[in-house]
Each structure stands twice: as C-alpha cells, then as structure tokens.
C-alpha cells in the first residue's frame, strides 16, 4: 500500500531556505503529490500539490524527483510563521474510491 | 478563510450514546470530507461527498455515518460512541475531486468519548 515517509523534525534559521523531504517510493503513476502544513488548534492549510513536475507557487516549490519516489518541499525564505507540522500526503484514485495516504509529519522549528 | 464552520468545536459524551457532528460551509463548494486525526497516524478519511445525497466511505469508515442533505451542509453520526472514537475531527471541502485539487479544512471538533 501507497505509504510517505518524513523525517520528525528539523530545524531552520529565519530568512533562510528550508528543504523538507519526503519519501514515498510506493507511489502509483496516477497519485497525486501535496503538502499541508498545520498549526496547533488549527486544521491543515494546503501548501502546493503536483503529479509530475515541479511546481511553484507564492509559498513554496515542490521538486519531485524523475522517479516520483520522493519529493522536497521548498520554503524559500523560512520565517516564524512557517514554523508548523509538515506534511506529505499521497492523493490517491482507486477501484473504491478517493484516498488520502498522510505521513506522520515534519515539524518544523524556525530560530530567530 | 475559506467559509468552514464545525460544530460542536468540543464535546465530551458517554460510550454508547450518539453523537453528531456538523460541517456548515458558505463556499458552494461540491466535495465535503470528514477525517480525524489521532498521535502517530496524521489525519485519516473517514467518508467524503461528491453531492447532495452522494457520499462515499474513507479508509475508516467503520463505527460512522454521514449525510448530506443540503450542498452546505455534511453530517457526521457516530451511532454508538466508543472510546476509540475519541480525536480531533475535521471536515475538509474542494470544489473539485480532492485528489487533484486543495482541500480547505475547517478548525476542528475534539470529541472524547469517556
């Protein structure tokens, strides 16, 4: 079964670039790729999704590798607000129905 | 913000008593979700909609139902709580197929069950 790995926590100094990476070498050709980050007391924001490609947006980019076996997020100038849990979700069509595959999460530490 | 609206926000009941949850959404928006998020297993499904009147189960569906009767709204019933039950729940809507598409989530619903 479709299953992410992410490692539990990191850390980074503000104002510089973060890569969070995320394993997911049981992908299917048709699951889809996205990250949502989640404070306390709130529930999951989305962040960026993608199938194939790179993707970029006015939060973060998402390098996926040729192989589709894994992923990096990409914050490119970490602030304090971005400190939160990461995650890397495998968005999935099946005989069934619609899946969702949620890794444990990253969080994230932001130093001043 | 995306116009989510989950009620209760907190509710403690008792094993074996039924509970409903609701998720009140103002986006028009034609997929609702309902997940739960427990320590170690990040958020799970547990039934989602496509439509008034057209749902379909999760990965966890077991021990729940749901119901939508109006686009806005997306019931959730536990028709007999168990303790395993007890989590954070929380509803998610998309205007298309969330597989290929982001998903909005309101801000919760912790519910133990004693």
């Known amino acids: 079964d479709a299953k992410t790995t992410q490692p539990n926590s990191m850390e980074s100094n503000e104002e510089e670039p973060v890569h969070l990476p995320c394993n997911h070498s049981?992908?299917?050709?048709?699951?889809?790729i996205h990250w949502y980050r989640q404070l306390p007391s709130q529930g999951p924001e989305y962040v960026i999704h993608?199938?194939?490609s790179n993707v970029n947006n006015r939060m973060a980019s998402l390098a996926i590798a040729e192989d589709r076996k894994s992923s990096t997020l990409i914050l490119h100038r970490a602030t304090l607000r971005d400190a939160a849990v990461y995650y890397c979700?495998?968005?999935?069509?099946?005989?069934?129905?619609?899946?969702?595959?949620f890794g444990a999460g990253t969080r994230l530490f932001v130093k001043a | 913000d995306a116009g989510i609206t989950q009620s209760p926000r907190h509710k403690v009941t008792e094993t074996g008593t039924p509970v409903t949850l609701r998720c009140h959404q103002t986006?028009?928006?034609?997929?609702m979700y309902w997940y739960r998020q427990d320590p170690g297993h990040g958020l799970r499904l547990i039934h989602y909609?496509?439509?008034?009147?057209?749902?379909d189960k999760g990965e966890v569906s077991d021990g729940y139902s749901v119901s939508r009767s109006k686009t806005e709204d997306f019931l959730l019933t536990l028709e007999s709580a168990t303790s395993s039950q007890t989590s954070v729940y929380f509803c998610?809507?998309?205007?298309?197929?969330?597989?290929?598409?982001?998903?909005?989530f309101g801000s919760g619903t912790q519910l133990s069950v004693l």
């Open positions: 998610a809507i998309s205007a298309r197929a969330g597989y290929d598409e982001k998903l909005f």
């Open positions: 049981t992908i299917s050709g048709t699951d889809y």
């Open positions: 993608g199938l194939t």
């Open positions: 979700i495998l968005s999935l069509l099946r005989t069934g129905g619609f899946k969702t595959i």
């Open positions: 986006e028009n928006h034609r997929y």
């Open positions: 909609s496509y439509g008034v009147k057209d749902t």
